[in-house]
């Protein structure tokens, strides 16, 4: 005669809830589904243990009397319903599935859901993206519906209780097997599990707890956003069925494109062009930026592309902790304007002046002259 305290590896002062948690460790590591169809009658040796350890009158009876003081010496053994309440499986499927499908681990089932996020497109100017604004913006989104609250049910009525599962948000079928009589759960089809029955409801929102609307909200802006920056507004999405909690709004930036300058990360750019004579020589001029009218200066003697860089004029950067972290900068690149067509004053003063610098003549370079005969050339001459 096997010991059901040696099968479940418990010993005989064991609490039940020790018994419980040893019967779910075998469980799942004599389950045909998981040991193969040899580990079958292991198995059911395993939950006929288990099932007479977990009753306090059957435990009683087999610590005083054995096996058939239990099942009356001619149940085999392993005779599952064969006499008494049918055995209850419930434990198995929990313990293979986790139990979350059936309504009696959590009972009904709540009308709350949670509602859904929200994706919106906001267009910020560059202004905006420098500085930081604060928008009002108009968002098509489920609300709270005023007239039940949330409970679906017309004002002055409540739900009431299914009659089908009495409640509990589930029924209960029974299905005999080779293992025996076993008992599955599932939700109700009268109430879908909720437990109750609205009979009336909002007339407002059809019995949903919220209602579609148009309504406005201000957003802040903060400095330094670009395109495809997302902004999250927590709990300012779709309000959840049956009043549940409301979703997230996303804002996700897209950036205009400014006339003037050109935004590259932190910094903007410019390109301004000016006389070659004002390259020569020099001059100072303003420039309107995002703060104003500010001075540039143009040194004398530059060249084409060069760059003039006017310090923390550009984008704004916002730090991680959401402090200003400085600005970028405003570089304002130069083209130099050659004229293609002088006067002939114009080309007399343009000749004296190359005269004058030595650079009347142009003697050609060869194409294939390396780096080391140029400043051979250079030391010779």
Known sequence: MNDYYEILGVSRDASPEEIKKAYRRKARQLHPDYAGPDSEEAFKELSVAYETLSNPDKRQMYDLGGPEAVHGGGAGGYGFGGGGMPFDFSDIFDTMFGGGGFASSGGPASRATHGSDQLLTIDVTLEEATFGVTKNIEVDTYVLCARCEGSCCEPGTQPRACSGCHGSGSVTRMQRSLLGVIRTQSPCPDCGG????????????????????RRSMKVDIPVGVTTGTRIRMSGRGDVGMGGGPAGDLYLEVREKK???????????????????????????????????????????????????????????????????????????????????????????????????RGE?????????????????EKFTN
């Open 194 to 213: 909720h437990g109750s029955i609205i009979d009336q409801p909002c007339s407002e929102c059809s019995g949903d707890g919220r209602v579609r609307t």
């Open 360 to 376: 009347d003549r142009v003697e050609p370079r060869r194409a294939d002259q390396s780096v080391f005969d140029r400043i051979r």
């Open 258 to 356: 400014h006339p003037i300058f050109t935004r590259r990360g932190d910094d903007l750019h410019t390109w301004v062009t000016i006389p070659m004579t004002t390259a020569a020589l020099g001059t100072v001029f303003e420039l309107d930026t995002l703060d104003g009218a500010k001075e540039v200066t143009i040194k004398p003697g530059t060249q084409p592309q060069e760059t003039v860089t006017l310090s923390g004029l550009g984008v704004g950067r916002l730090s991680r902790s959401g402090r200003d972290a400085g600005r970028g900068d405003l570089q304002v690149h130069i083209d130099v304007e050659i004229p293609r067509k002088l006067d002939q004053r114009s080309r007399e003063i343009l000749e004296e002046l190359a005269a004058n």
